[in-house]
C-alpha cells in the first residue's frame, strides 16, 4: 500500500504570511494528488486535484505543486479564514495525517 | 445543487450492526463513484469504502473488510453502508462522498456519527 506522509504534523503562522504543506508518497504516484481544507466541525473541502488543478470556487491564493512522490500545497498570503487543517490524498485513495495551520 | 445527507448513525455496542444511509441530489447519482470516508474523534481521515457506478467495483479498507458492507440504490440515488460486529475503534463521524473520474472527492455530505460502546 502507498503511504502518504505530510509535514509539518502542524504549524503557526500569522495572517498575510506564505505557507507551505508538504505531502511525500511511498512510491511514485504520477500526479495523482489532491488536498482538502476542513474546519472544526465541518465536512472536508476539496482545494486542489490532479496536484495543481484549482477546484472551482476555491481562491487563487491556494496552489499546489509536486509529481511523482513530492508535492506542495501552498497558501500565497494566510488569510483568517484559511485556519484550518489540510489533508493530502492519493487517489488509491488513501489519506495523509493532516497539517493543522494555527495562529501565531 | 449537489447535496449528499447521511443519516442512521447513533450509539450502538460493541458486537452490533448499524445501517447508514446518503441521499443524493443536484447531480445524476448512477454516473458516479460513491465513497465512505471516516474520522475518528480528534483523528485524521481515513478512507473506509468505494463504490463503483453499477456496483460492478466495490472495494474495502483493510480495517473494516469482512464486516462492512457498501452499497447503492440508482433508483433511489442511495448509498449504504451496512456496519456489523461493530467495535470501540469504528466509533467516528462517517462522510459520504462523491469521486470524479480522477478520484478525487468533490462533494461530501455533513457527516453522520457513530458511537460504539456499552
Known amino acids: 500500500d502507498i503511504q502518504m506522509t505530510q509535514s509539518p504534523s502542524s504549524l503557526s503562522a500569522s495572517v498575510g504570511d506564505r505557507v507551505t504543506i508538504t505531502c511525500r508518497a511511498s512510491q511514485s504516484i504520477s500526479s495523482y494528488l489532491n488536498w482538502y481544507q476542513q474546519k472544526p466541525g465541518k465536512a472536508p473541502k476539496l482545494l486542489i486535484y490532479a496536484a495543481s488543478s484549482l477546484q472551482s470556487g476555491v481562491p487563487s491564493r491556494f496552489s499546489g505543486s509536486g509529481s511523482g512522490t513530492e508535492f506542495t500545497l501552498t497558501i500565497s498570503s494566510l488569510q483568517p479564514e484559511d485556519f484550518a487543517t489540510y489533508y493530502c490524498q492519493q487517489s488509491s485513495p488513501t489519506f495523509g495525517g493532516g497539517t493543522k495551520v494555527e495562529i501565531k | 445543487e449537489v447535496q449528499l445527507v447521511e443519516s442512521g448513525g447513533g450509539l450502538v455496542k460493541p458486537g452490533g450492526s448499524l445501517r447508514l444511509s446518503c441521499a443524493a441530489s443536484g447531480f445524476t447519482f448512477s454516473s458516479y463513484s460513491m465513497n465512505w470516508v471516516r474520522q475518528a474523534p480528534g483523528k485524521g481521515l481515513e478512507w473506509v469504502s468505494s463504490?463503483?457506478?453499477?456496483?460492478?467495483?466495490?472495494y474495502y479498507a483493510d480495517s473494516v473488510k469482512g464486516r462492512f458492507t457498501i452499497s447503492r440504490d440508482n433508483a433511489k440515488n442511495s448509498l449504504y453502508l451496512q456496519m456489523n460486529s461493530l467495535r470501540a475503534e469504528d466509533t467516528a463521524v462517517y462522510y459520504c462522498?462523491?469521486?470524479?473520474?480522477?478520484?478525487?472527492?468533490?462533494?461530501w455530505g455533513q457527516g453522520t456519527l457513530v458511537t460504539v460502546s456499552s
Open positions: 462522498a462523491r469521486a470524479s473520474a480522477l478520484y478525487y472527492f468533490d462533494y
Open positions: 463504490i463503483s457506478s453499477s456496483s460492478s467495483y466495490i
